[in-house]
């Protein structure tokens, strides 16, 4: 995560700088609105990924508890047929 950080900084910082250079800032600006552009297009399609995540773990969790509440005869039919077998 340091590693992420520290690109993430040097990449702001060289913006940063290269846009104080008078012949580069008509270059950074498109770039910059581009890159902000991008980063509106990421956060809208976020709250789907944000969806997508928590019926992710609501599913995981009921089946976790139905797993954990229901006896394995219900859940499983051939259950009852294996213990049917190993008991003979």
């Given at each position: 995560?340091?590693?992420?950080?520290f690109w993430l900084?040097?990449?702001i910082?060289?913006?940063v700088i290269l846009s104080m250079i008078p012949g580069l800032e008509l270059l950074m600006k498109p770039i910059l609105k581009l890159?902000?552009?991008a980063l509106v297009v990421i956060i809208q399609g976020s709250g789907s990924w944000l969806l997508?995540?928590?019926k992710k773990i609501v599913r995981?969790?009921?089946g976790l508890?139905?797993?954990l509440l229901v006896s394995a005869?219900?859940?499983?039919?051939a259950y009852a047929l294996e213990q049917k077998n190993k008991s003979t």
């Open positions: 995560m340091s590693t992420i950080l900084a040097a990449v910082l060289g913006v890159f902000f552009d997508w995540i928590a995981a969790h009921s508890l139905r797993h005869e219900q859940i499983d039919p």
